[in-house]
């Protein structure tokens, strides 16, 4: 098991990037599947976008295709989260997320990732 610390979050206005790092420490970075999730205030937590180590597959939501990139550095032991056109839509804790043995099926399932960080906030601003 690997611990996570995610960083990087802030207040920005809408149309603005940030970039969310999520950084293991505990133990090697061999997670084969390594995740966001993001959750609003009163709302159940959402899978954002996923990331696997070998093959370098990525997948997306569909809220957030096409401004979001999510990439890793396992020299680093850091996963990454581009997020560019910053909406209000996107105000929320993002939780980073690590799991072995995901199959493609459950990529965007909460219950297929065992591992999580304690969340870092980002608020957007209309």
């Known amino acids: 098991q690997v611990q996570l610390v995610e960083s990087g979050g802030g207040l920005v206005h809408t149309g603005d990037s940030l970039r969310l790092s999520c950084a293991a420490s505990?133990?090697?970075?061999?997670?084969?599947?390594m995740a966001w999730f993001r959750q609003a205030p009163g709302k159940e937590r959402e899978f954002v976008a996923a990331?696997?180590?070998?093959?370098?597959?990525?997948y997306y939501a569909d809220s957030v295709k096409g401004r979001f990139t999510i990439s890793r550095d396992d020299a680093k032991n850091t996963m990454y989260l581009q997020m560019n056109m910053l909406k209000p839509e996107d105000t929320a804790v993002y939780y980073c997320?690590?799991?072995?043995?995901?199959?493609?099926?459950?990529?965007?399932?909460?219950?297929?990732?065992?591992?999580w960080g304690q969340g870092t906030q980002v608020a957007v601003s209309s």
């Open positions: 990331v696997w180590r070998l093959s370098r597959n990525t």
């Open positions: 997320a690590a799991g072995t043995g995901v199959i493609l099926s459950s990529v965007r399932s909460r219950s297929a990732y065992p591992n």
């Open positions: 505990g133990g090697t970075f061999r997670q084969g599947s």
